[in-house]
């Protein structure tokens, strides 16, 4: 069987014999580092020893078990140390499914110099992470919901593992309640449930409820149900239908007026009023129409709203009386209507004797969806890091992306690109001149080389440039003159 040089295990020594007698073999089972998901396959590694390489024969097996069942695995081996020993080592590829939650893989090593076999067993719960499914019900259901009816939303967090999460209750995208590792059920297979109930009042501003659950820090995962109360009758025969309250198909920039348009219809008499309100101002000059259709009446009020940088956090209340009675409210968050252009700018640092950081900053946008990317000569380059995007106090993000460039590389000025597409709008872009001059002035401490003579050179050409300029400027105004 063949063997490995001496180093192989020789950094993994300390731990492996950590709280051992010397000497003595024993066996260690290691698994992936994270939790992974159903359906990945992950390895195992088991390691036996220490061994003396002169009195051991090499006359050993390794059996691998998933539970009480024998798992295929790589070819065991030999691996010597520096001290005159050999360690076993072995690994076997696991697929993980949903069921593993109560599994364990177990690694034996048998030798007629053992007097009992060494074995070491590993739950698969310990690298195994099974992701929840999320839905919400409401008792009573949305089909009997009446005004000021208590309702029962309640959160179904399904069959996952392990068990620590986060559940969060969000009304219109604003927090609710949160709780931090709640009670929870164990499943026949092994997983967990819960269940988590939010009572609300009914009202017939539909109001939208989120369950949001962070598991086991990954990122979160959400549900939502919309709650609106059945609208009560006006008359004999006759009931008012649902709004509609709409606003611009499309978003748009700061500085400009998008129009919301409220329509309802069934009113049993004409005393009807509408109150538009941003951020709890009154809104001037709403548009606002009562026809009579019939036996009843019909409602449109419109008002235009003027976006700013700042309404990410903006809101529009739309507040609807009848009979001076409030009769509807809804509130719309202006997020969904913005769009802020990002500015983008370039700029560049040396880092060593060849190379030059080059930095894309991608300032003050919304929503958050951007793609960069970095050009030279009409050439993708790819960028040495993933961009890090940052959320403002104002709402608005902030991407920075970082590209390493060899600037010892000969030829005319580089120019590179950083190219930025937002929201389907035209990319916006900005340039950087790699300068070899200043990339030659660039001299680490304790460094040696003929950057001052370059530096002197640069400086000269620079000169040069600056004379023709002005020699260039002064014939010029002296023909002025003699005209």
């Known amino acids: 069987m063949a063997t490995t040089p001496g180093r192989a295990l020789g950094s993994l020594l300390p731990t492996l014999l950590l709280g051992l007698t010397a000497g003595q073999p024993f066996i260690s089972l290691t698994g992936p580092s994270q939790r992974t998901s159903p359906g990945d396959s992950v390895p195992f590694n088991c390691t036996a020893g220490p061994f003396n390489s002169q009195n051991f024969s090499r006359d050993f097996n390794v059996t691998w078990l998933k539970d009480s069942d024998e798992h295929p695995a790589s070819a065991q081996r030999l691996v010597p140390d520096n001290g005159g020993n050999d360690f076993i080592t072995s690994k076997a590829w696991v697929t993980l499914t949903r069921q593993d939650v109560s599994s364990e893989?177990?690694?034996?090593?048998?030798?007629?110099?053992?007097?009992?076999?060494?074995?070491?067993?590993?739950?698969?719960?310990?690298?195994?992470?099974?992701?929840?499914?999320?839905?919400?019900?409401?008792?009573?259901?949305?089909?009997?919901?009446?005004?000021?009816?208590?309702?029962?939303?309640?959160?179904?967090?399904?069959h996952f593992y392990p068990t620590h999460l986060r559940l969060t209750w969000m009304e219109n995208r604003r927090m609710i309640q949160t709780l931090v590792s709640p009670q929870v059920t164990r499943n026949p297979d092994g997983t967990y449930s819960l269940e988590h109930t939010w009572q609300a009042e009914a009202t017939l501003e539909e109001r939208e409820f989120a369950c949001w659950v962070v598991h086991d820090e990954q990122p979160p995962l959400k549900t939502n149900v919309a709650l609106q109360a059945r609208l009560h009758r006006q008359g004999k025969g006759q009931s008012v239908q649902p709004y509609k309250l709409q606003g611009p198909l499309q978003r748009s920039e700061p500085g400009t007026r998008i129009r919301l348009t409220y329509t309802s219809s069934g009113f049993s008499t004409h005393q009807v009023t509408v109150t538009w309100l941003k951020n709890k101002h009154e809104l001037p000059n709403p548009q606002t129409s009562v026809q009579y259709s019939g036996h009843t009446y019909n409602v449109t009020s419109s008002v235009?709203?003027?976006?700013?940088?700042?309404?990410?956090f903006s809101h529009v209340v739309c507040h609807v009386e009848h009979k001076l009675m409030r009769f509807f409210q809804k509130t719309i968050g202006l997020d969904q209507y913005l769009r802020v252009p990002p500015t983008v700018t370039v700029s560049q640092s040396s880092t060593s004797s060849s190379l030059v950081a080059a930095t894309c900053l991608v300032q003050r946008f919304y929503p958050q969806n951007v793609h960069l990317a970095w050009l030279e000569d009409c050439h993708t380059l790819k960028g040495t890091e993933q961009p890090t995007l940052k959320k403002n106090d104002d709402g608005s993000y902030t991407l920075e992306n970082l590209l390493l460039v060899n600037a010892s590389v000969q030829g005319p000025e580089r120019v590179l690109t950083c190219m930025v597409e937002h929201e389907g709008q035209p990319p916006k872009r900005a340039n950087l001149i790699l300068s070899t001059a200043a990339h030659t002035a660039y001299k680490p401490i304790g460094s040696t080389g003929p950057e001052m003579p370059a530096l002197i050179f640069v400086v000269f050409l620079l000169g040069l440039k600056v004379l023709l300029v002005m020699s260039f400027t002064v014939t010029y105004i002296c023909r002025r003159w003699n005209l």
């Open 304 to 312: 235009l709203v003027l976006l700013t940088d700042d309404d990410v």
């Open 105 to 158: 893989i177990t690694c034996k090593v048998t030798h007629r110099a053992l007097a009992d076999p060494l074995k070491t067993t590993m739950n698969l719960s310990q690298v195994l992470r099974v992701v929840p499914t999320l839905k919400i019900t409401t008792e009573p259901s949305g089909t009997h919901v009446h005004v000021q009816d208590r309702v029962n939303l309640t959160c179904h967090v399904l």
